[in-house]
């Protein structure tokens, strides 16, 4: 009872309860492979190989001998990659689907990429090859650097932080370093609002700032007027994420930066949302002193999970001397690296380094790759269609989930929806897993926390018509099953290789070590 609709899908309607009625033999559903660990399907009697038996010499680290089995299981080379290929396929992966993870941007990644950041003299390089051999690489350092710098209206980047999060860092410790230099010490305070991502407060905290919440209005911005009557001498500077949390563009940025900078402080920007304004606005112009550029969102390249991330950052001519080592330079037709503070008055004032070398030279070349294959008119669109997108998510849901800032206007690149109006006991954990059994893999939930519940979608440019429509589909109908309390949505996922886990005793009690039932049993 399958009907092919206009977009082409082909929705079925599982009649409820039979399929988990019928047990196999294996425990697998068809292509769902029931696996087990590799512990436990291989012994460390067997191995796939046959070794001589290895003469026992006089032990080379003194008293540091292995005195048990090593307990590796043992397999030959086709289970060992039946095992591994069978786990790869319980995976999702964006490569698979629409991956609605807000706040992440899951984009398709470009396969132009890959081939550009395989080419040898891109792959094949050591950081510690000698400059002359390098130039090309130097150079694609350059060219992203100039392009970021342009993007974001900025005076310079540091281009080695490899996360978001390392970012945050380097920009925070410049903000440190700017004001040491000026004598004030005692600026200890960062405001950072109630919507921040968690690595905002950490980093604060782990450069040794107190933290403390700025409010949010109504309508989900930065509430000015407060901000404005904390500053003081106290304050180093604010850290915000714009476009926010809630996927909405803090519209008084200009001011905000105009209050923190006459208060004396400093504007750190999170800038992993970039991909909605990319092309559109330039943050520079807004005030800003330092923000991150999360390579591994805006650009592409692989990440959650997936690939290492990269986040130079950019920094504003008041921050631009505390910037760390190390740095591209050209001289004449030739690239160099400034090593050493020594190196000239520019870099007088570098606080050190964030990495022993230069960053991550694949993602530079799959970043500056995906921007070169845009070019700068094909930027601007992606900022675009990702706003586009996002909307057309929003608008197709607000008449079945709460999405509290709708009446406020259209959102950037994430929608918003909380868990108001649900029947008790239901929630937003019901929805992600029921979206588990269309498919999917879930919003990001309960982030950021000033919204109830909250589910956080951001769909990104690269999903089609189509498909936005097939997740609305499966979105839309799981939305209104927890709406009408549909019992079988509180123990959804029925269709995974697993149900509902203990999250909570898994994030809090992991077990990372498998031991033999036996052992286990003797170590409760
Ligand atoms: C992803 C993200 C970060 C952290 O970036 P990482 O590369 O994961 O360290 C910080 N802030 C926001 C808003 C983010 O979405």
């Given at each position: ?7 082409g899908?082909?929705p079925t ?33 067997t ?16 008293d ?7 307990g590796l ?9 039946r095992?591994?290929t069978?786990?790869?396929r ?12 807000g ?9 132009l ?7 040898p ?6 950081p510690?090859?000698?400059v002359d051999t390098?130039?090309g ?5 350059d ?18 932080p ?10 925070i ?11 004030q010490?005692?600026r200890?305070?960062?405001l950072?609002?109630t919507s ?8 604060a905290?782990f ?10 209005t ?7 007027e407060a ?11 604010v ?12 519209r008084?940025?200009?001011?905000i930066s105009?209050?923190?900078h ?6 750190y920007?999170?800038?992993a ?7 559109r606005?330039r ?14 969102k805006?650009f592409?390249?692989p ?11 950019v920094?504003s001519?008041?921050l631009a001397?505390?910037a760390?080592?190390?740095f591209?330079e050209?001289?004449?037709?030739k690239?160099h ?12 004032g ?23 294959s ?8 992606v900022?675009e ?6 909307n057309?998510?929003l608008r197709s ?5 709460d ?5 406020y206007g259209?959102c950037?690149h994430?929608a ?11 929630s937003?954990?019901?929805i992600?897993?029921?979206?588990i ?7 990001t ?6 919204v109830h ?10 999903e ?5 429509d097939?997740?609305?589909?499966a979105?839309?109908?799981v ?5 009408n ?10 269709f995974?290789?697993r149900?509902?886990?203990d999250e909570?005793?898994a994030?809090?009690k ?12 003797a170590?409760?």
């Amino acid at each position: 009872m399958s009907t092919i609709n206009q977009s082409g899908w082909r929705p079925t309607t599982p009649e409820a309860g039979e399929a988990s009625d019928i047990s196999t033999f294996t425990g697998n559903r068809a292509l769902m492979l029931e696996e087990a660990l590799i512990f436990e399907i291989g012994s460390s009697e067997t191995t796939g190989v046959d070794f001589d038996s290895v003469p026992i010499g006089k032990p080379r680290f003194g008293d540091l001998y292995r005195d048990s089995e090593i307990g590796l299981p043992g397999l030959s080379e086709p289970e060992t990659v039946r095992h591994y290929t069978r786990l790869s396929r319980q995976n999702y992966a964006i490569d698979l689907g629409l991956f609605p993870l807000g706040s992440c941007t899951m984009k398709h990644n470009p396969r132009l990429n890959e081939r550009m950041a395989r080419l040898p003299g891109f792959a094949d390089i050591h950081p510690l090859a000698p400059v002359d051999t390098v130039q090309g690489a130097l150079e694609v350092i350059d060219q992203l650097a100039h392009w970021l710098i342009t993007l974001t209206g900025m005076q310079a980047v540091a281009m080695s932080p490899k996360a978001g999060a390392h970012g945050e860092l380097c920009g925070i410790l410049a903000i440190r370093s700017a004001l040491d230099a000026q004598g004030q010490q005692d600026r200890k305070i960062l405001l950072v609002p109630t919507s921040a991502h968690g690595t905002n407060p950490a980093t604060a905290a782990f450069a040794g700032f107190s933290v403390e919440d700025i409010p949010a209005t109504e309508d989900g911005r930065v509430d000015l007027e407060a901000l404005k009557a904390r500053l003081g001498p106290d304050i180093a500077g604010v850290m915000i994420t714009n476009p926010n949390t809630c996927g909405l563009f803090e519209r008084d940025m200009k001011a905000i930066s105009d209050a923190v900078h006459a208060a004396g402080g400093y504007v750190y920007c999170d800038g992993a949302n970039f991909n909605a304004i990319v092309g559109r606005v330039r943050p520079g112009d807004l005030g800003v002193d330092a923000m991150h550029i999360n390579l591994h969102k805006t650009f592409s390249t692989p990440h959650g999970g997936g690939g290492p991330g990269s986040g130079p950052v950019v920094l504003s001519a008041a921050l631009a001397p505390y910037a760390p080592l190390p740095f591209v330079e050209k001289d004449g037709d030739k690239f160099h690296l400034v090593e050493e503070e020594t190196a000239g008055e520019h870099h007088a004032g570098t606080f050190g380094r964030m990495t022993a070398f230069n960053g991550q030279m694949g993602m530079f070349t799959r970043a500056l790759t995906y921007i070169l294959s845009h070019g700068a008119d094909g930027l601007r669109q992606v900022a675009e269609d990702s706003v586009l997108n996002a909307n057309y998510i929003l608008r197709s849901m607000e008449d079945v989930l709460d999405a509290p800032f709708a009446k406020y206007g259209p959102c950037m690149h994430e929608a918003i929806f909380s868990d108001r109006g649900l029947p008790e006991g239901l929630s937003t954990i019901d929805i992600a897993k029921g979206l588990i059994d269309e498919g999917y893999h879930p919003m990001t939930v309960y982030f950021p926390l000033v919204v109830h519940g909250a589910m956080l979608v951001e769909p990104t440019e690269t999903e089609s018509k189509a498909t936005l429509d097939q997740f609305i589909g499966a979105f839309r109908s799981v939305a209104a099953r927890a709406k009408n309390g549909d019992p079988t949505i509180r123990t959804a996922p029925h269709f995974a290789p697993r149900r509902r886990l203990d999250e909570t005793l898994a994030a809090r009690k992991p077990v990372l070590a498998w031991k033999a039932p036996a052992a286990a049993e003797a170590a409760e």
